[in-house]
């Protein structure tokens, strides 16, 4: 079992930071862990390259083994602080990039065997209802492009006040979903 974990925080210290840990404690078998902003992702050009170069992009730069490693794995899951009601910029080039997957399904008519499961963990400062809805769409949508779906999430809101590292049922749930996975 392969799990590709990536982060999207800029904070060694924070919330995100502190989730990833905890599952990876509890996680078995290989991951490999990509911070999005330790990494050079140009943003989707939307070229069209992809529509007759199956699985390529034009762009040449990190997410070339980026999509190596998202063709290996059997879980993809994603650590994510919310920036205003979104993933951070970083991440979203990320999800814009794997446009070669959608183009290889939709244009190329090419379809993947492999299922692939999604899991999502999204903090957040603040709390109102439904601030989570339209991250896990995107997720879903991501997911669905990599020919997946959103099997497990945790949301933890309002974290300006009571922060994750104070919070142990947020670390059990975070505990029981990697065991789940593994």
């Not at 070669?100 to 999204?122: A, T």
């Amino acid at each position: 079992m392969k799990t590709l974990i990536f982060t999207a925080s800029p904070n060694k210290q924070g919330n995100t930071e502190i989730m990833t840990k905890a599952f990876l404690e509890k996680l078995s078998g290989e991951s490999y862990v990509i911070n999005s902003y330790n990494v050079n992702i140009e943003p989707c050009i939307d070229c069209k390259f992809c529509y007759s170069n199956e699985g390529e992009c034009s762009i040449k730069d990190d997410m070339t083994k980026i999509y190596q490693l998202i063709e290996e794995s059997d879980n993809i899951v994603v650590f994510s602080p919310m920036y205003f009601a979104s993933y951070p910029g970083t991440f979203k080039n990320i999800i814009d990039r794997t446009q070669i997957y959608w183009s290889k399904k939709h244009i190329l008519n090419i379809k993947e065997n492999k299922k692939r499961r999604g899991i999502l963990f999204i903090n957040a400062g603040s709390e109102w209802e439904g601030m989570f809805n339209h991250m896990e769409k995107m997720f879903k949508y991501f997911m669905k492009g990599l020919n997946g779906e959103l099997v497990y999430n945790l949301y933890v809101p309002n974290t300006d006040n009571f922060s994750v590292k104070e919070n142990n049922e947020v670390i059990e749930k975070i505990y029981n979903i990697a065991k789940k996975i593994s």
